[in-house]
């Protein structure tokens, strides 16, 4: 088996177990439960330090990918910059941490399950998307009643 420098086994090699989907979607439950009780943003890796008390990493956790990442920090570290935050369950700080918001202590009560919260963060996750990707239609204005700025005039002949 290829190792890295720290003797990491090396994603080449591993192959994921039945249990991965279920670890990871649980240690993303304990870390939005532990980023909850925290007064304070927490560096990444602390918030690592924290999820891997509550679930351990076993060998394909601690897998590294091609790019020499821990496997279940990439993990980790997508899901809640990108699924929970746009949730809008956490913020991302400048700085590399992580602090729960409102929401996220909410959707903890609202999804007991560790399958039910990542379920509902995709969810929440495709709504931005579309969103963001949509362009929203002006709304419709009485010219008869109002003043519309910011459109621009057409020309008329000859006012050039």
């Known amino acids: 088996m290829s190792t890295t420098l720290d003797s990491a086994p090396s994603s080449v090699d591993m192959q994921p177990d039945a249990e991965w989907p279920q670890r990871y979607r649980a240690r993303l439950r304990a ?3 532990e ?12 918030v690592q330090t924290m999820a891997a008390g509550r679930v351990p990493l076993n060998d394909y956790d601690q897998s590294v990918t091609t790019n020499d990442a821990v496997r279940a920090w990439t993990n980790l570290g997508w899901l809640l910059t990108t699924s929970f935050q746009h949730a809008g369950w956490l913020h991302a700080t400048a700085d590399g941490g992580f602090r729960a918001t409102r929401e996220g202590a909410v959707a903890l009560t609202e999804q007991p399950e560790p399958q039910a919260l990542y379920e509902a963060a995709n969810l929440a996750y495709r709504e931005w998307d579309t969103l963001r990707k ?6 419709p204005v009485d010219l008869t009643t109002e003043i519309v700025h910011g459109v621009p005039a057409s020309p008329t002949p000859g006012s050039r």
Request: net charge negative; charged share 20%.
């Open 31 to 33: 870390t939005l439960e």
């Open 35 to 46: 980023l909850v009780g925290q007064s304070r943003p927490v560096p990444f890796a602390e």
């Open 134 to 139: 949509s362009t929203p239609a002006p709304d």
